[in-house]
C-alpha cells in the first residue's frame, strides 16, 4: 500500500455564521486512492470537498496538498479539479472548447491541446462529439464531459461532488463501474461525495463517514461494514438491529453480558468496556437467528409478525414485548417459524459489534457540571 | 363535443375579447391613423388633407434632419453606451451579493420608476443651472468665483438620458447575471481562469442578452424622449423626438410628424428583428 499522503486536513474546523458545519475534521488521503466522504445532506461532506478545492476556507485548522500549505491559494493555483454535482458545463462553449477551456487558459500549445482533448475524449468513450454544445447531450453524457474537463488538466486530485447524483439508477451503476475503473487505469487520487452508501461501498477503497459535521469513521468499506465504530455508521452502512443496554457483567475472557429493556444478551468479549456502561449493540439481520428454544446467555424473545420475499432472501420481522422490530434474513428454502409464534432472537457472541455509546459522553459531561 | 367546444370557445372569446377591444381602439386604431396621415398633404392654411402622397417621406431627406437624425444617433449610442458601463457592475453587485440588503439596492433602482420622469428631469435642472444648487454650493465653499451653469449642452441631454434609463438597462442586466449559475464561475476558477479571464470567457458571453435587451429599452426610448433634450438641451441637442413634436406643436406639420414616427417604429422594429436574430429572449424586453 502507498502510504504517501497527498491530501491532509488537519483539525479543520468551518462556521458559518453560529453554524458549526465542519469540526475538527483530520483527513489524510493518500495517493493513488478512491477516499468516499459519505454521509446524509448537511453532514459537512461537499464543504470539506469545496475546502479542499479552495472554494471555501476553514475557519481554523490547516490543509496541505503534497505537503504544502494551501491557506489563501485561490483554487486555480492548486493542482487539484473538481467534477461538479451539476456539472457546470459551460453552455455557450462546444464539447471541444470546454474540455479545452483550462488548457487555453494554461497557454498550452493549439497542437497540444488538439491532441490532449482528443485523447481525454476518447479516454470518456466521447469522440466525435467534440462540435456539440452540452444541451445537445444526454446527462451522463454532460458528467463524461465534466469528468474529461477536470482530467484533461493532470490534477494530482480529482475531487467531486456527487457526480452521479443527477442519473437515474441504471446509468449510475454502469457509470461507478467506469469512474472507478478509469481511476485505476489512471492512477489519479480521487476524492468522491457521495450520500449512496451503497455506490460508497462498491467504488471506494476508503470510505470517511461523516456525520453532524464529525467524522465518525474512516475505513475500507469491509471495516465500516464488519466493525461500525458508532451507531450512526452502523445504522447508515447497510441494514442492521440496534440494540441498546448496559453492561451488565463484563468477564474479558469468556463474554461480557449486555441488560437491554427486554432481556440479557451476550457478546464476545473485547477491551474498552466496564461494568455499568451504556452501548449499543449492532446485529446484521443475516447474522440474526432465531430459535424456539431459550439460548444460554440470551433472554430476548418475540411474536414473529411477517415475512417479506425479496427473490433469494427471506425477510423476516419479530416484534419483542416493548413492540421495537428486529429483522433477520434466511435464504428461501429454509425451515421458519410460523407468524404468531413466538421465537428467542440470538446471534453468535462473535457475530454482532459493541459500540460505545455517546450518551456515556452526556453522563460524563453532566456529572463534571454538578462537580462544578 | 361540438357543443363543449362551442363553450370553450364562448369562454375564450370573453376573456380575450376586452384585451383585443382595448389593443384595438388604443394602440391599432391610433397606429392605423398616424401611418394614413403620413400620406397626406397639406391645404394652405397646414392642415392635413387626403390626397395620397409621398412627399412627406420624401422630405424626410432634408439635410437639416439628416443631421439630427446622425446627432440623435449618437446621443442615443452615448446614452446605451454609458448605461452599459455603469449599470453592468452594478446590476452585476445587486445580482450577486448575497447581503440581505439586497431588496434594499434592487429598489434603489425601481422607487424613481413610480416618479414621472417630467418632474425629476425638471429637479436636474434647477440642480445644474447657474442660480442651481450645484453652482452655489461649491461658489459657498470657494471652489470657483464665478457661477457655472452647464444646462443646454449635449453632455447634460446624454446625462438625463441616462438618468431615466438606467433602470430599463439594469432591470434586464439584473435577470440575466441572476441567472447565471454560479457553479460556472467557480467551474472557471477551478481550471485556472483569473477573475478577469473568467469574466470575459464566462460571464460576459452569458449575460450578453441581458446587454442586448437592455441596449434595446435604451436605445429606441431615447431617440423620442424629446423632453430631457428640451428641458436639459434646451435646444441645442435636438433629436428625433423634438422634430416630431415640434411638426405637432408648432410647425403645424402633422403629415410630416407622422412620417417621422412611422420612421421611428420602423427603426424599432428593425432593431428588435435584429435582437430576435440573435437569439435575444422577447420576454426579456417585457413585450
Not at chain 1, 112 to 138: H, K, M, N, W
Not at chain 2, 13 to 39: E, K, N, Q, R
Not at chain 2, 256 to 283: C, E, F, K, N, P
Request: net charge negative; proline share 4%.
Amino acid at each position: 500500500m502507498n502510504e504517501k499522503i497527498i491530501v491532509d486536513v488537519s483539525h479543520v474546523d468551518k462556521y458559518y455564521g453560529d453554524n458549526h458545519v465542519v469540526s475538527d475534521m483530520n483527513l489524510k488521503v493518500r495517493e493513488g486512492e478512491f477516499l468516499t466522504l459519505l454521509g446524509s445532506s448537511g453532514c459537512g461532506k461537499t464543504t470539506t470537498l469545496r475546502m479542499i478545492a479552495g472554494f471555501e476556507d476553514p475557519t481554523s485548522g490547516e490543509i496541505c496538498i503534497e505537503g504544502n500549505p494551501v491557506a489563501g491559494k485561490a483554487p486555480f493555483e492548486r493542482n487539484v479539479n473538481t467534477v461538479f454535482q451539476s456539472y457546470a458545463l459551460f453552455p455557450h462553449m462546444t464539447i471541444f472548447d470546454n474540455v479545452a477551456y483550462g488548457l487555453r487558459i494554461a497557454k498550452v500549445p493549439k497542437a497540444d491541446i488538439a491532441t490532449r482533448v482528443s485523447d481525454i475524449l476518447e479516454l470518456v468513450q466521447l469522440e466525435g462529439f467534440e462540435r456539440r454544445y452540452p444541451a445537445q447531450l444526454s446527462g451522463g453524457q454532460k458528467q463524461r464531459v465534466a469528468i474529461a474537463r477536470a482530467l484533461v488538466m493532470h490534477p494530482t486530485v480529482l475531487l467531486l461532488d456527487e457526480p452521479l447524483g443527477a442519473l437515474d439508477l441504471k446509468l449510475r451503476k454502469q457509470m461507478q463501474l467506469e469512474l472507478k475503473r478509469l481511476q485505476r487505469k489512471l492512477g489519479i487520487t480521487f476524492v468522491y461525495v457521495t450520500h449512496d452508501q451503497e455506490e460508497a461501498m462498491t467504488m471506494s477503497d476508503r470510505i470517511a463517514v461523516m456525520h453532524d459535521g464529525v467524522l465518525d469513521q474512516l475505513g475500507t468499506p469491509e471495516e465500516i461494514y464488519e466493525r461500525p465504530q458508532t451507531k450512526f455508521v452502523a445504522t447508515f452502512i447497510g441494514e442492521t438491529n440496534i440494540f441498546e443496554g448496559c453492561v451488565n457483567e463484563v468477564d474479558t475472557t469468556k463474554r461480557i453480558s449486555v441488560g437491554l429493556e427486554n432481556g440479557n444478551v451476550t457478546v464476545a468479549p473485547q477491551e474498552g468496556f466496564r461494568f455499568g456502561e451504556f452501548v449499543t449493540i449492532s446485529v446484521r439481520p443475516e447474522k440474526l437467528r432465531v430459535s424456539l428454544e431459550p439460548r444460554e446467555g440470551f433472554s430476548l424473545y418475540g411474536v414473529v409478525r411477517d415475512y417479506i420475499y425479496v427473490g433469494s432472501v427471506i425477510k423476516c420481522n419479530v416484534v419483542l414485548p416493548n413492540s421495537n422490530e428486529v429483522r433477520f434474513e434466511r435464504l428461501a428454502g429454509d425451515e421458519l417459524p410460523k407468524p404468531g409464534e413466538v421465537v428467542f432472537p440470538y446471534w453468535e457472541p462473535d457475530d454482532c459489534v459493541l459500540i460505545h455509546n455517546r450518551d456515556n459522553e452526556l453522563y460524563t459531561a453532566l456529572e463534571s457540571i454538578r462537580l462544578v | 363535443m361540438g357543443k363543449r367546444l362551442r363553450g370553450e370557445t364562448l369562454a375564450a372569446f370573453t376573456m380575450v375579447a376586452p384585451a383585443a377591444l382595448w389593443l384595438f381602439v388604443f394602440v391599432a386604431v391610433p397606429l392605423i391613423y398616424v401611418l394614413g396621415l403620413s400620406f397626406c398633404g397639406q391645404d394652405e392654411f397646414g392642415n392635413a388633407v387626403f390626397e395620397f402622397t409621398t412627399k412627406n417621406y420624401a422630405n424626410l431627406l432634408n439635410a437639416d434632419y439628416l443631421q439630427i437624425y446622425l446627432r440623435s444617433v449618437l446621443i442615443a449610442g452615448a446614452t446605451t453606451a454609458l448605461c452599459v458601463a455603469v449599470g453592468y457592475p452594478f446590476a452585476y453587485i445587486i445580482a450577486r451579493t448575497s447581503s440581505r440588503h439586497k431588496s434594499v439596492f434592487y429598489m434603489l433602482v425601481i422607487i424613481p420608476f413610480w416618479t414621472n420622469s417630467l418632474v425629476r428631469v425638471y429637479g436636474w435642472k434647477t440642480f445644474f443651472s447657474g442660480t442651481g444648487w450645484l453652482s452655489s454650493v461649491l461658489m459657498g465653499l470657494g471652489l470657483i468665483d464665478a457661477p457655472i451653469d452647464l444646462l443646454y449642452t449635449t453632455p447634460m441631454t446624454v446625462f438625463g438620458m441616462v438618468y431615466c434609463l438606467f433602470p430599463y438597462m439594469v432591470l434586464p442586466l439584473y435577470s440575466a447575471i441572476e441567472k447565471l449559475d454560479g457553479s460556472l464561475i467557480e467551474a472557471s476558477a477551478d481550471l485556472g481562469a483569473r477573475r478577469s479571464e473568467t469574466f470575459l470567457r464566462v460571464i460576459l458571453p452569458l449575460t450578453s442578452s441581458g446587454i442586448f435587451s437592455g441596449s434595446i429599452m435604451v436605445f429606441i426610448p431615447c431617440l423620442g424622449y424629446f423632453f430631457v433634450s428640451d428641458i436639459l438641451g434646451g435646444g441645442n441637442a435636438d433629436m428625433i423626438g423634438n422634430l416630431i413634436e415640434r411638426q405637432f406643436q408648432s410647425a403645424n406639420n402633422w403629415p410630416l410628424g407622422a412620417a417621422l414616427s412611422i420612421m421611428l417604429i420602423l427603426i424599432t422594429i428593425v432593431l428588435v428583428r435584429a435582437y430576435q436574430r440573435m437569439g435575444g429572449d422577447m420576454d426579456a424586453l417585457g413585450v
